[in-house]
């Protein structure tokens, strides 16, 4: 190989390991605190989808892109990664759509395989970030999603029903939003039910 070639590729290893490496989450950063945003579980195995505020080292919001995502491998030793461009575009990644009431701050989108619920980041009442949705006049201020994948394949996989956990904000109850892709209730509407904190743990 000659001199040349060698560097070329050399060149081309270094700028991908670079490339790459800025899109690894460090494992350190893998914890529920206030840049925690909520997180997804599935049927499938203990894996999450994590979803947290993305800030620099100053702690300022990047207005631009303001949500991380990742997997935590919880089956590889907590190990991160990020999405795969295809789980980016058509499963879990998020597509920002217009805040019509263009309010400050404050920034709605919907994910790239559902596109029939919107959630709306903003701060909330203790003046920290938080992911919301609105149901049946009911406002959520949400923690985590759990997914039930009963079979299928990988670009059709059938999903049962995905429940929504978080809080009502208006009267501090703990909520769970049950969404039924296929089936939904007698009046047409998503299933909520109240519970209580024991319930939820």
Same mark, same amino acid.
């Given at each position: 190989?000659?001199? =040349? @070639? ?6 081309? !290893? ?29 049927? =499938?195995? !203990? ?21 991380? &995502? ?5 089956? %590889? ?12 575009? $058509?499963? $879990?990644?998020?597509?920002? &759509?217009?805040? %019509?009431?263009?309010? =400050? ?20 009442? %203790? ?33 049962? $029903? !995905? ?9 501090? $109850?703990?909520?769970? %939003?049950? &969404?039924?892709?296929? @089936?939904?209730?007698?009046?047409? @509407?998503?299933?909520?039910s109240y519970l209580s904190q024991v319930e939820l743990k």
């Open positions: 190989m000659g001199i =040349k @070639k060698y560097k070329r590729v050399w060149l081309m !290893a270094l700028i991908s390991w670079l490339v790459f490496s800025a899109f690894i989450v460090p494992e350190n950063t893998v914890k529920q605190d206030n840049q925690t945003l909520f997180t997804i579980a599935r049927s =499938k195995d !203990a894996n999450e989808i994590w979803y947290t505020l993305n800030v620099n080292n100053k702690g300022d919001l990047n207005e631009v892109n303001p949500v991380n &995502i990742f997997w935590l491998k919880k089956t %590889e030793n907590n190990s991160t990664e990020p999405l795969t461009w295809i789980q980016s575009e $058509y499963a $879990y990644g998020i597509k920002f &759509i217009e805040n %019509e009431q263009n309010l =400050k701050d404050t920034w709605n989108f919907q994910f790239a395989s559902y596109n029939k619920h919107t959630f709306e980041l903003r701060k909330n009442s %203790e003046n920290q970030y938080k992911v919301f949705t609105k149901t049946e006049g009911k406002e959520i201020e949400i923690n985590r999603i759990f997914i039930q994948i009963d079979g299928g394949s990988f670009w059709f996989p059938k999903i049962s $029903y !995905a429940k929504i956990f978080g809080k009502d904000t208006q009267t501090n $109850y703990n909520i769970v %939003e049950t &969404i039924t892709p296929d @089936k939904l209730t007698e009046d047409g @509407k998503n299933h909520i």
